[in-house]
């Protein structure tokens, strides 16, 4: 009699469980959403320099203490040769786009170069010596995406590959999303704070062009989502590819949101 009672009692618990089972669960009681993770925002800096310019030596200086100070992922600068103090001879480093920059934001060339934008958040400031404070305020910010950016090179055809992903943290983002080519270690003259012309001058992280037209492409970012683009852009001889990086980042009307460096010869061992 025990054994059966038993029996009938396991057999019971087998079709309640069954029954519970086969019910249909409301999704939203299904999971449990887990926002993602708070990330840092990275500071772009845009430097507005030229060859022909006495004081963005100087420039140069400060900027690379405050990339010192933070850390190159944190901070990530783009010299761009433009305006009136650019070089405009054989060894000019400026470009048509970096004008147009710089027509845009010094549309009648009040500013003194050096000046620089500050993830677009603020007025070009033309003080070097308070740009740290600027980066100080801004890289204490947090992102709605992160950023990154991953080259494939083929040395034959020198063309470049780059992939693109935005990933959401904080709601939606919509905005611009800007992809540029930067050279380092480009040895070309520059006029010097003492007024004379040092032709073994490093010029470093220097604007070299767009991959995605002047003003970059539309883009929207989910949170949780990940959106990706993809471009194909073939580096010109005269660029050494090694010294090659691709900066991306997205951008509204009121700032730059993320922004994110990548060598075309990044170390794998680094990711």
């Avoid at 404070?133 to 034959?156: P, Q």
Wanted: glycine share 8%; proline share 3%.
């Amino acid at each position: 009699m025990k054994l059966k009672n038993i029996l009938l009692g396991a057999a019971s618990a087998i079709a309640i469980f069954a029954t519970v089972a086969c019910q249909e669960v409301d999704p939203n009681d299904r999971l449990i959403y887990v926002k993602p993770a708070e990330v840092g925002r990275a500071v772009l800096i845009e430097d507005y320099t030229g060859q022909e310019c006495v004081n963005c030596p100087d420039g140069t200086n400060a900027i690379n203490n405050i990339v010192e100070t933070y850390g190159e992922k944190n901070v990530i600068a783009v010299g761009i040769h433009s305006g009136p103090l650019a070089s405009k001879g054989k060894t000019s480093l400026a470009t048509e786009i970096g004008d147009e920059y710089y027509k845009h934001w010094d549309s009648q060339s009040k500013l003194g170069q050096p000046w620089a934008l500050f993830n677009r958040a603020t007025a070009p400031n033309q003080d070097y010596n308070t740009w740290a404070k600027y980066v100080g305020v801004l890289i204490s910010k947090k992102a709605t995406l992160s950023l990154s950016v991953n080259n494939v090179y083929d040395a034959a055809s020198r063309k470049l590959t780059i992939d693109v992903k935005a990933f959401g943290t904080d709601g939606t983002t919509t905005g611009k999303l800007q992809v540029w080519l930067i050279e380092d270690g480009i040895v070309a003259k520059q006029k010097m704070p003492n007024g004379k012309i040092n032709r073994e001058y490093v010029h470093n992280h220097v604007f070299r062009d767009v991959a995605n037209g002047t003003w970059g492409e539309d883009v929207t970012v989910n949170e949780g989502e990940t959106t990706e683009k993809q471009y194909d852009y073939t580096l010109p001889e005269k660029w050494n590819a090694e010294k090659v990086s691709v900066v991306a980042f997205v951008y509204d009307n009121n700032e730059v949101q993320q922004v994110t460096k990548k060598a075309v010869f990044a170390e794998t061992a680094a990711e």
